[in-house]
């Protein structure tokens, strides 16, 4: 039997292998260097799904995803949301005492301040959380340490000195999983998400008009993000969320107010919505 495989940004040990390894255990998960080859990876046949961060509570959306998406041929089946952690990693036989310097992804050093600066360590950055600690691991020096996910200490083999040290208890990272088919969630299956990308015409009033659809019809949208696209300040192209199937009348109502004012509205996936935005 062939075994399914998951891909995801990073090295072994980040947040994102985490992420697989939580909601798809039966699936081998795939470590890529950039988010454009997770992206490759599963168009060309080569993995089934794709899991990329999109949105952080503290960072905003996580650079570059948006301009795959319009692009890609995959389409969104489903979202995981993930309390970020980060643990203080060393060699072991190392201490708190030992430590000079701290490695970590320039965000991960961002959201752990207090720590670094309790210490007075020196901040070196990393590609990422995960790389960080396989390069303390690998230098086998007792004056560095890595800020990393709890899996990275396993997976080198180094001593957690500091548990949860990142400054907010609500840093949280929210995931989106694509795949090669178009998977649509029942409309009677329980709470959904309809995430979609369009282009405003060039027209006074035009985002108004375009959005009106969704007030009149009672539809909450949860996300509306704007990007340039082709150099040009004129074009400008929207990544939007909403609640809702588009078999739903009011839905589908605000979708069809919606193309009268814009160009190549393109729906990226409609998934069933996690229980963590339940509260």
């Known amino acids: 039997m062939t075994v399914r495989r998951i891909a995801y940004q990073g090295e072994p040990g980040a947040n994102s292998h ?8 039966d699936l081998e998960s795939v470590p890529c260097a950039s988010f454009e080859e997770v992206f490759a990876v599963v168009e060309r046949g080569d993995a089934d799904l794709a899991l990329i961060p999109i949105d952080n509570t503290l960072a905003g959306r996580v650079a570059d995803i948006h301009h795959f998406l319009p692009t890609t041929s995959l389409h969104i089946v489903a979202e995981h949301f993930l309390r970020i952690q980060f643990h203080l990693m060393a060699v072991p036989g190392a201490t708190v005492g030992t430590i000079r310097t701290v490695h970590s992804h320039v965000h991960a050093l961002g959201q752990c301040r207090r720590i670094i600066a309790e210490h007075g360590w020196t901040k070196i950055i990393s590609g990422d959380t995960a790389g960080a600690a396989r390069e303390v691991a690998e ?3 007792p004056t560095q340490a890595a800020l990393a996910p709890p899996l990275a200490a396993d997976i080198y083999g180094l001593e957690v000195l500091a548990t949860d040290v990142e400054d907010e208890d609500h840093n949280t990272t929210r995931f989106v999983v694509l795949s090669p088919s178009y998977d649509e969630a029942p409309a009677d299956g329980g709470p959904v998400v309809t995430t979609f990308v369009f282009n405003v015409r060039n027209l ?3 985002l108004y008009k375009a959005l009106g659809g969704f007030a009149t019809n009672g539809v909450n949208m949860t996300k509306l993000e704007s990007y340039m696209v082709g150099g040009e300040f004129t074009a400008t192209q929207f990544l939007a969320e909403v609640d809702g199937h588009p078999a739903e009348p009011g839905l589908a109502r605000a979708l069809e107010e ?6 190549d509205v393109k729906v990226l996936g409609v998934y069933p919505a996690d229980p963590f ?3």
């Open 258 to 263: 919606l193309s009268f004012f814009t160009t």
């Open 139 to 141: 230098s086998g020096d």
């Open 204 to 206: 006074p009033a035009a």
């Open 18 to 25: 985490i992420v697989c390894q939580r909601h798809y255990p």
């Open 277 to 279: 935005r339940a509260g």
